[in-house]
């Protein structure tokens, strides 16, 4: 199976900070990698699918960058909504595993 | 609206079994690979199943292989989970999910609860 790992386990940003999170696979899984968003309670949200495709809806200010074993979330400028758990995901093989997950404070 | 809604949730005993459907709208849902994902208390996201549109080759995690079973009627629109010699470990929120080309799960259900224990 594909391990994956994510750092930071957490942070704390002020809004209109630029938060990175950085995800790692234990095997070489091209592009096929998408992030998530979870609030507390709620379901996940898909924000980027194929390392670095937005979704429809999502905010410009997301983008997902890297290929191979390491992955990066960039948030650009923070904003009150963004707090939540971000969990990686690789989609190359079964079973389809996912990240510890990240998870952002707004200071 | 598109939209994924779950059900048959509930407190189980350890052994005892559960089935969960999962009733789609507002989309193609015969055209589209279905999955279960589960998600412990306090715990990430962990990947149970996954059925592809026509129903010709289904997937499970080694946890739940050989007592849980996936299944889809495309003419209702629904996903199932039959879920057989549940344990404690099983406990979690359970969320119907549908997979884009890529494979990510674009659309989520609000989740089921499912809790084993005596």
């Known amino acids: 199976d594909i391990q994956m790992t994510q750092s930071p386990s957490s942070v704390s940003a002020s809004v209109g900070d630029r938060v990175t999170i950085t995800c790692r696979a234990s095997?070489?899984?091209?592009?096929?990698l998408a992030w998530y968003q979870q609030m507390p309670g709620k379901a996940p949200k898909l924000l980027i699918y194929g390392a670095s495709s937005l979704q429809s809806g999502v905010p410009l200010r997301f983008s997902g960058s890297g290929s191979g074993t390491e992955f990066t979330l960039t948030i650009s400028s923070l904003q009150p909504e963004d707090f939540g758990t971000y969990s990686c995901?690789?989609?190359?093989?079964?079973?389809?595993?996912f990240g510890p997950g990240t998870k952002v404070d707004i200071k | 609206e598109v939209q994924l809604v779950e059900s048959g949730g509930g407190l189980v005993e350890p052994g005892g079994s559960l089935r969960l459907s999962c009733a789609a709208s507002?989309?193609?849902?015969?055209?589209?690979?279905m999955d279960w994902v589960r998600q412990a208390p306090g715990k990430g996201l962990e990947w149970v199943s996954s059925?592809?549109?026509?129903?010709?080759?289904?997937y499970y995690a080694d946890s739940v292989k050989g007592r849980f079973t996936i299944s889809r009627d495309n003419a209702r629109n629904s996903l199932f989970l039959q879920m057989n010699s549940l344990r404690a470990e099983d406990t979690a929120v359970y969320y119907c999910?549908?997979?884009?080309?890529?494979?990510?799960?674009?659309?989520w259900g609000q989740g089921t609860m499912v809790t084993v224990s005596s």
């Open positions: 999910a549908s997979e884009l080309g890529s494979h990510a799960f674009d659309i």
């Open positions: 059925i592809t549109s026509s129903s010709s080759y289904t």
């Open positions: 095997h070489d899984i091209s592009a096929w």
């Open positions: 995901q690789q989609t190359i093989n079964f079973p389809f595993t």
């Open positions: 507002g989309f193609t849902f015969s055209t589209y690979s």
